[in-house]
């Protein structure tokens, strides 16, 4: 089964500095990456996506993720934090086969807090 | 094109009760999975069910079953409920042809509290 580690919990920043939320996951395949930001009382919408193609992805709001293999991981990034970033945000992983097709795992999510 | 959605998007019960969510996914996906997403444990895979079949389940009791309707949506039915199953129900649907890669999009959840 697929592991994804995010590093920290809390990430407090300051408006306009540089976001920086870990993930890490444990596969020898590298699998689809995602990232999901949820806020209060609402789903999960994604960010970003990793699907074997290139190796640092550009999401929504500025949002942009590295695919590193050899370190397994795939962290999180935007240049200049904004208030309305505020959130959970969680890092996923799928199978790109198999009998788990279908299934994502998750981490247990990073709560970014914006300071003004 | 209009996203998931969940009915209910609140619950109360009590011990012992049964309830039923359901999910409409977004026209034209086949794949519908539910998560359990509660502060201790995270966002937890429940199951999968792609035209009509359960093709993935997760690591929960009999409890918790679900099934899919022929125009793809999904209900999940939790019997005799506990306490510990109160948390967030969210649905995902997905296009999953058979060469695309797993994007699930997800509903608004349902916040199922027992009482």
């Known amino acids: 089964a697929q592991s994804v580690t995010q590093l920290g919990s809390h990430v407090s920043v300051s408006e306009g500095a540089l976001v920086l939320l870990r993930c890490n996951y444990s596969s020898s395949v590298p699998p689809y990456l995602f990232w999901y930001v949820q806020y209060p009382n609402q789903g999960l919408q994604l960010l970003l996506k990793y699907t074997s193609a290139a190796t640092l992805v550009k999401g929504i709001n500025g949002f942009e993720a590295e695919f590193k293999k050899s370190e397994t991981s795939f962290h999180l990034t935007k240049p200049s934090a904004h208030m309305s970033d505020a959130a959970e945000y969680f890092c996923?992983?799928?199978?790109?086969?198999?009998?788990?097709?279908?299934?994502?795992?998750f981490g247990r999510g990073t709560q970014l807090t914006v300071w003004p | 094109k209009a996203g998931v959605t969940q009915t209910p998007r609140y619950l109360i019960k009590t011990r012992g009760q049964q309830v039923t969510l359901s999910c409409s996914p977004i026209?034209?996906?086949?794949?519908v999975s539910w998560y359990q997403q509660t502060p201790g444990q995270g966002l937890q895979f429940l199951f999968e069910y792609f035209s009509e079949t359960q093709r993935n389940k997760g690591n929960f009791p009999g409890r918790f079953s679900g099934r899919q309707f022929s125009n793809s949506r999904s209900e999940m039915n939790v019997s005799t409920l506990e306490l510990g199953d109160s948390a967030l129900y969210l649905c995902a649907s997905s296009l999953e042809g058979i060469s695309s890669y797993n994007e699930q999009f997800f509903g608004p959840g349902t916040r199922l509290t027992v009482l």
């Open positions: 996923a992983v799928s199978d790109q086969g198999g009998s788990t097709l279908g299934r994502l795992y």
């Open positions: 026209s034209g996906h086949r794949s």
